[in-house]
């Protein structure tokens, strides 16, 4: 029943996302103007399946990490991993720009893979009754790893692209420079597969292993599959903060922690949610537009706070 | 059968177990007691291989601890842990769905259901099952648990105080269920029991345990005696013997 209202919602707000913009397009035009196909075709279209598809894919991925850290207030863009593949592009930039593009990809995932791997190296060490010192070490330690990428950037004169992979915006997609998000999609689609295996492991070691799930391979799955829908973000569309944050803590109070059950409906809100931000921020200073995180921060803190002193139901 | 030789385990240094040789017995109830502190949570983690051991060997039937694949065990051997993590946001019919994992990896099939169905009947959580772990009693989400172990439906059951936050007709429930499990299927359970009252009823094998160490093992009738009480607990209870059941005074 919600999962059919958020698939509504979400293909509402597409049709929505396709006929909003600087250049007028009516519903109409498409039969008549073949102008208008092509414009649908080359930068709408795209736009908007790369909203939906970062939507998703991050807010799916906030919820693997939130059961690796088994932390509620964790996310991938601000706790390391962003940072990682940040300074993993830059690197490639700086040292090896004449590589395919694929590969330079590969080694950006391998950068994020391995600041998140240390990331939970340090959050295994801080102790289990303070899960507030979670978030603020990933905040501190994504905020140095930031700093780094930053300073190396200032010194390489690459400040421009820093300010693309740091603030994440859609009005640069078009066609031929998204498709790389597909292969995100993809990822996250599979991590679908591994549901209930995720599932266990937010239940903890002890529950994991007498499951007889193998914790160790789970998650350095779940940390892969976070690192490749990160750093092909933060390439494609820039870094989007929040969404992998409050989408997740979203869904868990309506549905509990049920992967196998709730990770769809995840998938489904979190693009929704970046979409509806989206438009927002292409219509509040219209012509201009804002960009799609600080309407999201705004959307999403609201959302959250009214699910958070909206009467509880029982199911 | 359970097969303990030789196994120590320290921490930092401190002796937590020393020098344990135990044999527990294929089918029955085995009732692990002893003060706070004496060993008996660390020794059920390390059959249950939630740590690894140090010294010493453990085997369940054919399977050595440790080296056996882990999936394998996972059907062979449950444990329900004496302190559960705070309560994932799962329905009571999710987390006991759960137990069934080591099978069907993800895909629950119809028998997997079914087995479900009948773990919260037998516990009596049919009525609960839709409800979300956070919204019951202690005593309630207890008895969840015990329905995920018992749903994983393997020889060997581990139970950590699984009393803990019971009523009494729950608590009866649960020791009849096991010793059904024991009787009528041949399962083996082991189970750390702080009242030995219950122990005393229900287990076939007492085992005694204090600083570490096992100091006494035998039947109910050879362990619940005042002697040994007094040396394992260092306490001076009055134990009746009524109608053949021996009884500890509180
Ligand atoms: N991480 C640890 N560091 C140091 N000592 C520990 C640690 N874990 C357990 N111990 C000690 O090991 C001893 C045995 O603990 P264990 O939990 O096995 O006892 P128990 O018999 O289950 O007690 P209880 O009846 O209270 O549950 C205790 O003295 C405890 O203080
Ligand atoms: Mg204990």
Not at chain 1, 25 to 48: E, M, N, Q, Y
Not at chain 1, 166 to 176: I, T
Not at chain 1, 214 to 224: A, D, F, I, R, W
Not at chain 2, 4 to 28: E, F, H, M, Q
Request: proline letters at 5%; hydrophobic letters at 50%.
């Amino acid at each position: 029943m919600i999962c059919l209202a958020l698939v509504l919602t979400l293909v509402l707000l597409c049709i929505t996302s396709l006929f909003v913009g600087v250049a007028d397009l009516s519903p109409a035009a498409i039969l008549s103007d073949p102008a208008a196909l092509d414009l649908i075709w080359t930068s709408r279209g795209p736009r908007t399946v790369a909203v939906v598809i970062t939507g998703g894919a991050l807010a799916v991925s906030g919820t693997i990490m939130q059961m690796i850290v088994r932390n509620r207030f964790v996310e991938p863009m601000t706790a390391g991993t962003g940072q990682g593949a940040a300074l993993g592009i830059l690197l490639v930039t700086l040292f090896t720009p004449s590589l395919p593009i694929l590969m330079k990809m590969a080694l950006a995932t391998t950068v994020a893979l391995a600041t998140s791997t240390v990331f939970l190296f340090i959050v295994n060490r801080l102790p289990p009754t303070q899960p507030m010192l979670v978030p603020l070490v990933g905040l501190i330690y994504g905020g140095i790893i930031g700093a780094g990428v930053l300073f190396v950037a200032y010194q390489a004169d690459l400040l421009q692209y820093i300010d693309i992979w740091m603030n994440g915006e859609f009005s640069g997609v078009l066609q031929g420079r998204y498709e790389l998000l597909w292969i995100a999609a993809g990822v996250a689609a599979l991590s679908y597969l591994a549901a209930d295996q995720f599932a266990i492991i937010g239940m903890g070691r002890t529950a994991s292993v007498n499951l007889g799930l193998n914790y160790t391979q789970v998650v350095v799955v779940g940390l892969l599959s976070i690192s490749v829908v990160t750093a092909l973000t933060v390439v494609t569309v820039g870094m989007i903060p929040f969404v992998g944050l409050v989408v997740p803590n979203i869904v868990s109070r309506l549905s509990g922690d049920n992967l196998r059950a709730t990770l769809p409906m995840t998938a489904v809100s979190g693009a929704a949610l970046v979409l509806a931000s989206d438009i927002v921020g292409r219509l509040i200073r219209y012509p201009f537009e804002i960009a799609v995180g600080s309407v999201f921060g705004v959307l999403g803190a609201a959302v959250f706070l009214w699910l958070l002193y909206a009467p509880r139901r029982h199911a | 059968m359970i097969e303990i030789s030789g196994v120590s385990y320290r921490i930092g240094g401190a002796r937590i177990l020393d020098g344990i040789n135990l044999t527990l017995p294929k089918g029955g109830i085995s009732a692990l007691i002893g003060p706070n502190g004496a060993g008996k949570s660390t020794l059920l983690s390390l059959i249950a291989r939630l740590m690894p051991h140090q010294t010493g060997t453990i085997t369940v039937d054919n399977l050595v601890v440790g080296a056996c694949p882990n999936n394998t065990f996972a059907r062979k051997l449950a444990i329900l842990p004496q302190a559960s993590d705070a309560a994932p946001l799962l329905s009571v019919r999710e987390l006991v769905g759960f137990g069934r994992y080591p099978y069907h990896k993800g895909r629950p099939s119809a028998e997997d259901h079914a087995k479900v169905e009948r773990a919260l009947a037998t516990f009596g959580l049919t009525d609960l099952a839709a409800r979300r772990l956070d919204t019951l009693s202690g005593g309630q989400r207890q008895r969840a648990q015990v329905a995920m172990t018992y749903a994983q439906d393997t020889d060997y059951i581990l139970l950590d105080e699984p009393l803990n936050n019971l009523d009494i007709a729950a608590s009866r429930s649960l020791m009849r269920v096991l010793r059904d499990l024991a009787a009528s299927q041949g399962r083996t359970i082991v189970i750390v029991l702080h009242d030995i009252n219950y122990a005393a009823a229900y287990a076939d094998l007492i085992v005694a345990m204090k600083g570490g160490r096992i100091v006494a093992t035998g039947t109910p009738d050879d362990i619940v005696t005042e002697a040994v009480v007094r040396e394992v607990f260092e306490t001076d209870p009055k134990i009746h013997r009524i109608d053949g059941k021996v009884i500890i005074e509180v």
